[in-house]
């Protein structure tokens, strides 16, 4: 297992390329731009990778803004069944003309200083990589979303994340996004490596899912990637205490009152989708 790891400061020109990966975005790839737009460091590109045929305009308003700031901005599209966004941030990285990179999801929104600051430490050797402390829900006012998290904290230990957001290029082209792990893809190098990324008081916002279906979709992508079927199925028996149980823990750090009985049949939904899952892996 290897700790955070260190390298030599970057010298001469800093170039980022903040890499989108899209699927059926079309909600919230033009606010996730132009947040990316609006960024106070301006040596930048972004990088729209449409990951497989959307079913709704994300690609045409990837190739729209490409179009407006022909200079500034680069679309694709990974034909075929899209694979995650690991596989659009590798294929991004690869045409990507920065020596940093930042990982984005097109449901994320920046504060203005986000690149400016978290590409300081990369610039002076302190980690190859770095990611924000906590993840503010961006649609807060929705019953679903708010469930989803209305705080989400980075770090796995004090300090410390299994995930990067900005990153050396030439250190992650050496160690691509692993697609088959699914919604753990952005844990690859510290599934495979044990490395660790610092964490920084970034400003960041998350959409969160905010419906019975985008919330069932999600955690269908959740289930898809958890090992042990057998867990899932073996809390079948017991699964209305397993929302219960959900439930306290979940008001224990979110109180708020719509959430007592709504919380319930929403940890209900989201075992139901891993269920599915989990059977499917059984047959």
């Known amino acids: 297992m290897m700790p955070i790891v260190k ?56 190739k729209s803004y490409e179009k407006k700031y022909p200079k500034k901005v680069r679309a694709f599209s990974i034909p075929g069944k899209q694979k ?36 300081k430490p990369i610039i002076q050797g302190k980690s190859v990589g770095i990611v924000h402390k906590e993840e503010i829900c961006n649609n807060v006012n929705n019953l679903w979303a708010r469930a989803f998290f209305y705080k989400r904290n980075s770090e796995h230990k004090p300090g410390l994340s299994k995930v990067f957001s900005i990153i050396r290029k030439d250190y992650l082209l050496k160690r691509p996004f692993n697609s088959a792990l699914g919604y753990t893809d952005d844990q690859t190098i510290y599934i495979t490596e044990g490395t660790e990324f610092p964490t920084f008081n970034l400003e960041v916002f998350h959409t969160n899912p905010a419906s019975f ?27 209305l205490i397993y929302a219960i149980y959900k439930t306290i823990n979940h008001l224990k750090k979110d109180f708020y009152l719509p959430f007592i009985l709504f919380l319930p049949v929403y940890y209900l939904i989201r075992y139901f989708a891993y269920l599915v899952e989990a059977v499917k892996k059984i047959i």
Do not use: M
């Not at 990966?21 to 460091?41: F, G, P, S, V």
């Not at 040596?43 to 729209?48: C, D, G, L, S, Y």
């Not at 269908?220 to 958890?226: L, T």
């Open 213 to 239: 279906s985008d919330t069932w979709d999600h955690s269908k992508w959740v289930g898809r990637s958890i090992t042990g079927s057998w867990k899932i199925i073996a809390i079948f028996p017991v699964f």
């Open 7 to 62: 390298s030599k400061p970057i010298k001469g020109k800093i170039f980022v390329s903040s890499i989108i990966a899209a699927y059926n975005e079309e909600e919230h790839l033009a606010d996730c731009i132009q947040y990316l737009l609006k960024q106070t460091y301006n040596n930048t590109e972004i990088v729209i990778v449409e990951n497989g045929e959307s079913k709704d305009r994300t690609y045409e308003i990837a």
């Open 84 to 119: 995650g966004p690991g596989n659009a941030w590798n294929y991004g990285v690869k045409k990507a003309k920065g020596n940093i990179i930042q990982i984005v999801g097109a449901d994320l929104r920046y504060g203005k200083e986000y690149i400016a600051e978290g590409i």
